[in-house]
Every structure is written in structure tokens, then in C-alpha cells.
């Protein structure tokens, strides 16, 4: 999501020197020319949804794991694995196999129990952030990891009641065949429960680098990834042949002393920008005039900064007969245009109810007789 180099600390940048080097003909050969090329030919092949760089994102996530203090960063991760373990919760069922596509370091895993899940597959892309994943804190969870590519998925038909997945399929290239994967995986009357970034996401971030590099270097390049919208949300689990879905949004805004650090906690969590197009560096003065246009723009009384995160939660259903079916076309008793007076229908309809029940009711003429 963000840029993968923090800017240096000593030293000014000469502008003259930044101008002779971007019309120097080895810009050619940089990696945007390259990650350019490289999206064209996927296009040309067919592969239009190309959009990330998955061995990079591999690679990113890897040095994360790499880090000693790499726990420090996932605060942001627990919390949506917390709040999604609810979403497990709040549906009264013991499922027997789980799956958790995009595991990380176990946020979501480590909060489910026997009650929840008896058997447990926590898979992941990077082996090195799988080694260190945690597995669930209720021992009697039969749990094993395995690592999987969330684009491929090596698991056979109807293997699982419950797929879950947090924070992870926002690098997804092709999130329609995913979907149709997690489909194919799991059973009857299984159930998809994920979380992912919106579109909304860090929109601080992204238009103070635009109007920063705008400003030092003419132009900009997107060094914020593309998040899915809310709107396409229910239209991909539809085409996947998902029912009886529940997508709601939720945000989180977390404060920062200026924009370093939530570009080096970003960086922390492997969240750096990962597509194709993406610049490897980003000017010194570029940098500072961002970070002084997000406060004026953006920053809190206290002088630190707001990072909003919108994270879109889903709940998809694997189609069965026994689930409860919609009432035919016509046959509801109230009409959408009587919603704007729905109080006064809902009280008519109740005193002809009380009506109807008091005619239905026999009276004996020995009870009336007894209350003469």
C-alpha cells in the first residue's frame, strides 16, 4: 500500500541533479518502466486482472517475519481477526472443518475454540510468516498449516464447512476465481466469512503523495494499491453463486505522530504497494511536502495524524435446500409504497387482528349466564 523507502534523514537533495536524472535515458530502465511492460504483455495475453506483483508481496511479507519486533506491527491485524472471530461466534454452529485462507500470524486463528471448529487448516503464502503464525490458544483445536497460494487454491471439493479470511485477499489478482475456489471447497450449507480493505482506505495517505509529488516533480504515480469497493463486493459473491449475503463496512482511525510512521508501520505489517507500476523510491522533498500537506490538511489539535482504515466484513452462504427460501413475487401483504407510513399500517393491521381473534372466540350462554 505504500512506498517501500523512507526517506533519508541528512542532507539536501539538489534539485538540478533530480531534473538531469529524470530525463536521463536509464529512467528507461527503472522498475515503473519495467512494471509498465510487464502489466502490458499480461494484458496482451488476456490477463487483464494482473494488477499485483504476487512474488513480491511474497518477498515483503517474508522480511516482515525476518523482523525481531515483528509482533509490534500486527495491532491492527488483531483487531480485525478479533472482530472477525465474532462474526464465527455470532453463528450457532459447531463447524467441523475450517479453512484460514491468508492466516498471517494466526489474528483470527488464535481466537477460535472447540466450540467453534473442531479441525483446523491455517495456510498461508509466505512459509516464513506461516512458521511463526499462531495456532489457536484452545489446545483441543486439531490445527495444521499449510502453505497455499489464495489464487490457487489445492484443496478438494467440499472440504470445508467454514472459510475464513482476514486482511489478506486485498493483494488477490483474479478475486472472482477465488471466490468461485472458495465455492468449489466448501460443502453444502458451508459458510465464507472474510474481511478486507475498501476502497476508502488510507485516502490521507493517497492524496497527500498525489498533490506532493505534483507539486516537486509535475506529476504522480499511484503508490497507493487499489482496494475493492463495497458496491462490487456483493456483485463478485453473487457471480461466485454465494446466498443469503451480509456485507457491512466498518472504519478505523488510528493516530500517528506524522506520516513516517504510519508509512514504517505499514511497512511493517508487509503492506508495502506491491503492483506492477510501482515506483521504488520517492524523492526526499517529495516526501517532506507530503508529510507537511497531510498535517495541514488532515491533522489532529494534537498535532499527530489520522489514518483512516476501512475494512469491509462479508458473510456468504454455500447453497442448499435446506436453507430458508424468499416468499414467492406477490405475495407480501404490505407494499414498499405504504413504508413511509408504516406505523399506521402496522396498527391497523394489528386492531383487525385483534378483531378477527375476538369473533373466532365461542362464548357459551352458561358463561354469560355466570356473569349475569
Not at 495456510?123 to 495444521?144: F, G, Q, Y
Not at 472504519?251 to 506492477?276: C, H, Q, T, V
Not at 491533522?299 to 442448499?320: R, S, V
Request: hydrophobic share 35%; glycine share 8%; net charge negative.
Amino acid at each position: 500500500m505504500i512506498p517501500p523507502t523512507m526517506p533519508p534523514t541528512s542532507k539536501s537533495v539538489d534539485k538540478s541533479a533530480l531534473s538531469e536524472a529524470s530525463n536521463d535515458a536509464t529512467f528507461q530502465k527503472s522498475s515503473f518502466y519495467y512494471g509498465a511492460r510487464k502489466m502490458s504483455q499480461n494484458a496482451m495475453k488476456g490477463n487483464v486482472m494482473n494488477v499485483f506483483d504476487r512474488q513480491a508481496k511474497k518477498l515483503q511479507r517474508g522480511r516482515t517475519a525476518m523482523n525481531k519486533d515483528y509482533r509490534v506491527f500486527n495491532y491492527l491485524k488483531d483487531e480485525v481477526g478479533y472482530r472477525l472471530s465474532d462474526r464465527v461466534y455470532d453463528i450457532n454452529r459447531k463447524f467441523k472443518a475450517g479453512l484460514d485462507l491468508g492466516c498471517g500470524y494466526g489474528h483470527l486463528s488464535k481466537h477460535l475454540t472447540q466450540d467453534a471448529v473442531e479441525d483446523l487448516v491455517m495456510c498461508d503464502h509466505s512459509s516464513l510468516v506461516l512458521e511463526k503464525a499462531c495456532p489457536p490458544e484452545d489446545a483441543t483445536v486439531n490445527c495444521r498449516k499449510m502453505v497455499v497460494d489464495e489464487e490457487a487454491l489445492p484443496f478438494e471439493p467440499e472440504s470445508f464447512d467454514l472459510v475464513m479470511s482476514s486482511l489478506s485477499l486485498h493483494w488477490v489478482n483474479q478475486l472472482p476465481s477465488t471466490f468461485s475456489q472458495i465455492m468449489r471447497s466448501l460443502r453444502p450449507d458451508g459458510v465464507f466469512i472474510g474481511a478486507l480493505f475498501g476502497g476508502e482506505t488510507l485516502y490521507e495517505l493517497r492524496g497527500s503523495l498525489q498533490l506532493g509529488e505534483t507539486e516537486r516533480e509535475g506529476g504522480f504515480a499511484a503508490h497507493i494499491s487499489p482496494f475493492a469497493a463495497i458496491r462490487d463486493i456483493g456483485g463478485l459473491l453473487n457471480a461466485a453463486g454465494f446466498t443469503m449475503l451480509t456485507i457491512d463496512t466498518d472504519e478505523l482511525r488510528i493516530g500517528y505522530p506524522s506520516m513516517f510512521e504510519l508509512m514504517e508501520d505499514l511497512k511493517g505489517m508487509g503492506e508495502n504497494n506491491a503492483s506492477w507500476i510501482r515506483k521504488l523510491h520517492l524523492h526526499r522533498d517529495t516526501m517532506f511536502a507530503a508529510s507537511a500537506i497531510y498535517k495541514e490538511l488532515y491533522g489532529n489539535e494534537d498535532g499527530t495524524i489520522p489514518a483512516t482504515f476501512q475494512i469491509i466484513y462479508l458473510i456468504g452462504w454455500k447453497p442448499d435446500p435446506s436453507q430458508p427460501k424468499p416468499l414467492e413475487r406477490g405475495t407480501g401483504e404490505i407494499s414498499i409504497k405504504d413504508l413511509y407510513r408504516l406505523d399506521e399500517v402496522v396498527k391497523n393491521a394489528t386492531d383487525e387482528m385483534v378483531k378477527k381473534t375476538a369473533k373466532e372466540i365461542p362464548h357459551s350462554r352458561e358463561d354469560d349466564g355466570e356473569k349475569r
